[in-house]
């Protein structure tokens, strides 16, 4: 039952898009670096409607808002966490993810991000799992079409 929390076909992903909300991005840059993917990418996300909660103990503010160190110091409940970190981080953020008391429904990796292992952990507690997957690219092909 599991493999069917691994997402990769359209429908489940524009359904994703469709339902998140609030979304804690994972390696969020601030507007100094704003020509990079961390940042110009969950800057169109708040354009279009959702939440951004950064994450990043690199920055204290990113888009307006106060930047946490840790997914785990995150105070709100998260519809998505959204990962722009290199993929051999990927273990440890899925096992902050795991141990939050409120688990988001949605782990979303960025292109060129995969890590199968941490993938069917998630999964496996029931988190859909996206990988090598661009959210703008995405929601442009398939909410914005």
């Known amino acids: 039952m599991w493999r069917k929390k691994l997402i990769e ?5 524009r359904k994703i898009l469709q339902q998140v909300k609030k979304v804690a991005v994972i390696g969020i840059k601030d507007s100094s670096r704003g020509h990079e993917a961390a940042f110009t990418v969950p800057n169109y996300l708040a354009e ?4 951004i909660i950064p994450v990043n103990p690199s920055v204290d503010t990113a888009l307006g808002k106060k930047a946490y160190d840790r997914i785990g110091e995150v105070p709100d409940k998260l519809d998505m966490v959204l990962i722009f970190r290199a993929p051999n981080n990927i273990p440890l953020h899925a096992a902050e993810v795991l141990e939050m008391e409120n688990k988001p429904a949605v782990f979303w990796m960025q292109t ?22 661009c959210i703008y690219r995405e929601h442009l092909r398939l909410i914005r079409e």
Do not use: P, S, T
């Open 9 to 13: 076909d359209d429908e489940a992903l």
């Open 48 to 51: 279009h409607g959702y939440e």
């Open 112 to 133: 060129g991000i995969r890590n199968m292992d941490a993938a069917h952990k998630l999964a496996k507690a029931g988190i859909q799992v996206v990988q090598d997957h």
